[in-house]
């Protein structure tokens, strides 16, 4: 079946570090990919996504490139922000599937 | 510019009590998706509705029940909650799960968060 690992939380880091969280997946042919993002309170929101191999996502400094060859797409931001605190999901879409599959989700405090 | 509406927010029931979440979206969006959030489990599907008229099970549908009221509602019912359920539901819509993969992705509720005594 399908699956996405993410790297487990917390992850806490200052302001102004790199950032890297880590997906890889496990699917049928060749998968649409997305990562999500949940700020304290809210639902999530679509944060970049990519569809095919190489493809890059990018979006508010944030992003992740599908590595077909890796079966990963890991997010990465050079400057993090207080603001940029939330909890991340990487998710996929496997051809027919109706439904996205969705990791376990990674917990990043940005501290001043 | 609503989006995807839940309520209630908050719920607190007993053991053997029913509920109704309530979800409505004013896009026109086709599908529509219930999803449980629990620590360390990320999100998994409890039913979803491709289009008006259908419902499926997704990964976790034992305990729930849903309908598909129109094109715009679909609710998700307790009928007789167990501490289990104690969650953070999430109600989401897209276009057409067809197209999810493009420029038409998941949009999502605020969510309701459910403690069952």
């Known amino acids: 079946g399908n699956s996405v690992t993410q790297m487990e939380g917390p992850v806490t880091l200052s302001e102004e570090a790199f950032l890297t969280i880590n997906c890889t997946y496990t699917a049928t042919g060749y998968p649409s990919l997305f990562w999500y993002v949940q700020y304290p309170g809210e639902g999530l929101q679509l944060l970049l996504k990519?569809?095919?191999?190489?493809d890059k996502g990018s979006n508010k400094g944030f992003e992740a490139t599908y590595r077909k060859e890796t079966t990963s797409f890991h997010l990465e931001k050079g400057s993090v922000q207080v603001s940029d605190s939330a909890v991340y999901f990487c998710?996929?879409?496997?051809?027919?599937?109706?439904?996205?599959?969705f990791g376990s989700g990674t917990q990043l405090t940005v501290l001043p | 510019n609503a989006g995807v509406t839940q309520t209630p927010k908050f719920q607190v029931l007993k053991t053997g009590q029913s509920m109704t979440l309530q979800c409505a979206q004013d896009m026109n969006h086709n599908s529509m998706y219930w999803y449980r959030q629990d620590p360390g489990m990320g999100l998994r599907l409890i039913y979803y509705?491709?289009?008006?008229?259908?419902?499926d099970k997704g990964e976790v549908p034992n305990g729930y029940n849903v309908s598909r009221l129109n094109k715009r509602e679909f609710s998700l019912r307790l009928e007789s909650a167990a501490p289990s359920q104690t969650s953070v539901y999430f109600c989401?819509?897209?276009?057409?799960?067809?197209?999810?993969?493009?420029?038409?992705?998941?949009?999502f509720g605020a969510g309701s968060r459910l403690t069952v005594l």
């Open positions: 990519a569809t095919k191999a190489d």
């Open positions: 989401a819509s897209s276009q057409d799960y067809r197209t999810m993969s493009g420029a038409n992705v998941l949009t």
């Open positions: 509705s491709a289009s008006e008229g259908t419902t």
């Open positions: 998710a996929l879409k496997a051809g027919s599937a109706r439904q996205l599959t």
